[in-house]
């Protein structure tokens, strides 16, 4: 091989080799994003996962398209999220009810299974009954509850989840029989809301958020916020001790999280986005004026929040025997 021959193979090599690094060194996103959301289309956790993957496709130049995986309770999507390839391309909006199935003996969706990217949201639940409803405050509720066992169906989500343990919990907290109350499943807040519009449950347990538009439209009202304090986005809605004298707090969150073992890039890329989002002055309003709250958590500070939601809510789910 002549001296120019071998120049010329060994710049081909080197050329090679270079392509390949560059490819196995690419940063992630390279293409499209599918961010999976366990529940229904038109529900909270919808409408939060749609303004947030609009600011990361603003922030990383790529498509970031929300697919609802429903059924459940919000297991299919948690395990869609939870089983996906660990590269990135498959993230998903996460809630409350990942701490919980482990306790119901539906495997595969505990807070281990996933990488926990960031905490954006955090609302506390309320319950809401139709505007004509005969109840006036949260006590009037109760005792119909008690007074008529199993006469008023509620509603919010699936059967063991969040706005189920909100429900029963408080039902639990005041001595009353948790099956007072019966709980009717269902994929989400939306298509409880409209069950409640059609007069086929009582009651939905759910955040004032996904109520509004049907108490902006005169249709139903809520009656009382299951949390310590007042929310500044709500302040007529009365707080469960002051209404009803008891201390019952279930909050719900909703972040963003990817399967087990994510690449530290993801992880550090998601969260710093997640900090910038939940600062921007245009998405705290954009949020607001939907109803939402917005409280960030990176990465760490999230996983010590659902882990700790866990030890909580595992405690009172076998209160209620919603546990195994």
Avoid: C
């Avoid at 970031?64 to 919000?74: E, H, K, M």
């Amino acid at each position: 091989m002549t001296i120019l021959k071998a120049v010329l193979a060994a710049s081909v090599a080197l050329g090679g080799a270079v392509g390949f690094a560059g490819q196995a060194m690419a940063e992630w996103p390279e293409r499209a994003v599918t961010i999976i959301v366990p529940w229904a289309a038109g529900g909270g956790t919808d409408a939060t996962a749609r303004a947030v993957a609009q600011e990361l496709e603003e922030r990383f130049g790529q498509p970031f398209n929300v697919v609802n995986r429903t059924g459940g309770g919000g297991l299919v999507g948690h395990i869609t999220i939870a089983n996906s390839a660990p590269d990135g391309y498959t993230l998903g909006v996460i809630t409350i009810e990942t701490t919980m199935f482990e306790a119901q003996g539906l495997p595969g969706a505990a807070p281990e299974n996933f990488t926990l990217l960031g905490r954006f949201n955090a609302d506390a639940i309320g319950l809401n009954v139709r505007a004509d409803a005969p109840y006036e405050t949260a006590q009037d509720l109760i005792d119909a509850a008690q007074a008529n066992p199993g006469e008023l169906k509620a509603s919010g989500a699936n059967r063991g989840g969040l706005s189920h343990l909100a429900w029963v919990g408080l039902l639990n907290e005041m001595g009353i029989d948790p099956e007072a109350g019966p709980w009717v499943a269902s994929d989400g807040s939306a298509p409880a809301m409209q069950q409640l519009a059609a007069n086929a449950i009582d009651i939905v347990s759910t955040s004032p958020a996904e109520a509004q538009s049907l108490v902006d439209a005169g249709e139903a009202k809520t009656l009382v916020l299951l949390a310590d304090e007042r929310s500044s986005l709500y302040p007529d809605i009365p707080t469960t001790g002051e209404a009803l004298g008891i201390e019952w707090s279930p909050l719900p969150f909703r972040g963003m999280a990817g399967p087990a073992e994510l690449p530290e890039e993801v992880v550090t890329k998601v969260s710093d986005a997640l900090a910038e989002i939940t600062q921007d002055e245009d998405f705290i309003a954009m949020m607001e004026s939907r109803g939402f709250s917005v409280a960030y958590q990176d990465a760490e500070t999230f996983t010590q929040t659902v882990m700790r939601s866990r030890d909580d809510l595992v405690g009172a789910m076998q209160a209620v025997g919603l546990a195994q």
